[in-house]
């Protein structure tokens, strides 16, 4: 059974989907995490489920409302390129009247509740061929944003005053984390749902940050264990009738426990 | 006499109709050390941002080894506050020294034996080898804060300034940054900007003090700015400047805060 599955044409697009989307996650985590913007992800993913819900209303392709909505919620976050206290409220504010909205959008859509839930929950096993490579497109803009951007970012997210006085744009650098990290979130999305984008955007950065001191060592470990847990994740889910989502976060979960625990002993 | 390093003319910072400092007008020359003193809220840290081209003065102009420090003729080295790092930052000390080397400049960048050479020499140069290679968030106030004097010596600085790097150190390390920065302008003719609320560590080295009160401002060597008649002049009101065993103590400035306070905590 589970290897007839392993044969399958979707299974293989599922497990390449996961990987575009975990590359991605796992490097742009790295800078979100320093930067200490981890609720920034949630409020961009939560604003991308109100452009799909909205786009559904509207009988165009949601995918398309999702990332104009998170890229709308980036490009507003990164200009105002709050710190501390001041961008938790704001983003708290936005994130709930966004959520609100959606709530109104999904009422007023008349179609399938499913399209709904996949938003929400995720649905791996559902990407197509097409969809595979309009993922793979925006993950090469985003890894390719990352290398070019790569030291000044580094700079200005772990080091922001010395960066600045080293002449480092911030506000320019601001803007352009938060819409690459919109294109991530809004890729993430189609494979674990709004509700689940931490667990691969934050979760495996977070991990990896306990492991090592060394910037582009925690990038790389960040990328593999996000990698581990959405392919772990999609096997799972092939071989037990709990969703792949759970799975994914389970694992990715387990991962930063046990750098917790290893970091604490070392 | 060959050129000044920095030329401060007819220098204005104005916030609305409150005006910080007007008519300021300094020459630095190779291997001068100048403190900046004065309360809180009288442009001391506006004068570096000024230095640093992050601020745009109301009046009069600022040049740097000839130019506008916006052109950034020469690299300027800066050496902020101490901060608490947070424990998991992915940055090891000689990463932090390596941003001040190459951070502000695009791409992923790969280290020239030569910049790894650098590095290596400003790490020495501080005594900060030994714990180079571990997580700047473990490290004490006083390992970061000569860390922070390596990367601002490794990008070859043609000016230093430093704002307050002494805040939160005990006696031994303030005593240590002061040496490391004397030794630079010692060695390699690199004036020195040292803006501090408490003169006394650094009393020894500098060679002149630029006083800032509320509207008015002094310059001069120590023994003629720090005496009871230039500061009640300056703040208009008695002011009483003491000569403790070698250490400066004032009284009676207007907002009661002793600004030279003798510390005895440690």
Redesign the interface.
């Known amino acids: 059974m589970f290897t007839d599955l392993l044969a399958q044409h979707f299974v293989h697009t599922a497990l390449l989907a996961g990987a575009v989307v975990a590359v991605v996650s796992g490097a742009i985590g790295v800078f979100v995490v320093a930067r200490g913007a981890s609720f920034a992800v949630h409020a961009i993913s939560e604003l991308g489920f109100t452009g799909a819900a909205g786009a559904l209303v509207l009988g165009i392709d949601p995918v398309l409302g999702m990332i104009s909505g998170s890229l709308v919620v980036g490009l507003v976050l990164g200009l105002l390129s709050l710190r501390g206290r001041e961008r938790d409220s704001a983003i708290g504010a936005v994130l709930a009247f966004g959520l609100g909205v959606g709530v109104l959008f999904l009422s007023l859509y008349q179609g399938y509740a499913t399209e709904a839930t996949n938003l929400l929950f995720g649905s791996i096993v559902g990407v197509g061929d097409g969809q595979l490579r309009d993922l793979a497109i925006v993950a090469a803009i985003v890894v390719a944003g990352i290398a070019v951007l790569y030291r000044p970012l580094l700079f200005s997210s772990v080091d922001p005053e010395i960066a600045a006085a080293r002449g480092v744009p911030l506000r320019l650098l601001s803007v352009a984390i938060f819409l690459l990290l919109a294109l991530t979130t809004a890729e993430a999305i189609q494979v674990v749902g709004v509700l689940l984008v931490l667990t691969l955007v934050i979760t495996p950065a977070a991990a990896a940050q306990r492991l090592t001191g060394r910037p582009g060592v925690a990038l790389v470990l960040s990328v593999a264990i996000a990698l581990t847990a959405t392919e772990g994740g999609i096997l799972l889910s092939l071989a037990q009738p709990w969703p792949t989502s759970f799975f994914i976060s389970a694992i990715s979960f387990a991962v930063y426990l046990a750098a917790r625990i290893a970091s604490r002993s070392a | 006499m060959t050129r000044p390093v920095v030329s401060v003319d007819s220098l204005a910072l104005r916030f609305g109709d409150r005006t910080l400092f007007e008519d300021l007008s300094l020459e630095l020359a190779a291997g001068e050390m100048l403190a900046v003193l004065g309360p809180n809220g009288t442009g001391k840290t506006s004068l570096i941002r000024i230095l640093?081209?992050?601020l745009e003065p109301s009046a009069g102009g600022v040049t740097i080894d000839g130019c506008p420090p916006r052109e950034?003729c020469g690299n300027?080295g800066?050496v902020?506050q101490q901060?608490v790092?947070?424990r998991?930052?992915?940055?090891?000390g000689r990463?932090?020294v390596r941003?001040?080397l190459?951070?502000?400049?695009?791409?992923?960048?790969r280290l020239s034996p030569a910049g790894r050479e650098r590095i290596e020499q400003a790490l020495a140069e501080v005594g900060a080898t030994a714990y180079a290679?571990?997580?700047?968030g473990r490290l004490s106030g006083g390992e970061q804060q000569r860390l922070r004097v390596a990367?601002a010596l490794v990008?070859d600085p043609v000016l230093l300034?430093a704002d307050e790097p002494l805040l939160s150190l005990d006696l031994a390390h303030q005593r240590g940054v002061v040496e490391l920065l004397d030794a630079r302008r010692r060695s390699a003719g690199t004036p020195v900007v040292f803006v501090t609320h408490d003169v006394n560590p650094v009393l020894h080295t500098v060679d002149r003090v630029l006083y800032l009160a509320p509207g008015h401002w002094a310059i001069g060597t120590p023994d003629e700015v720090l005496t009871s008649a230039t500061l009640s002049r300056l703040y208009d009101t008695e002011v009483d400047v003491l000569r403790v065993r070698g250490r400066v103590v004032v009284v009676g400035t207007p907002d009661d805060t002793h600004v030279h306070h003798v510390d005895e905590a440690h």
């Open positions: 640093l081209g992050l950034k300027v800066y902020p901060r790092f947070d998991d930052t992915p940055l090891r990463d932090l941003l001040g190459d951070g502000h400049r695009w791409g992923l960048g290679d571990r997580p700047v990367q990008s300034l």
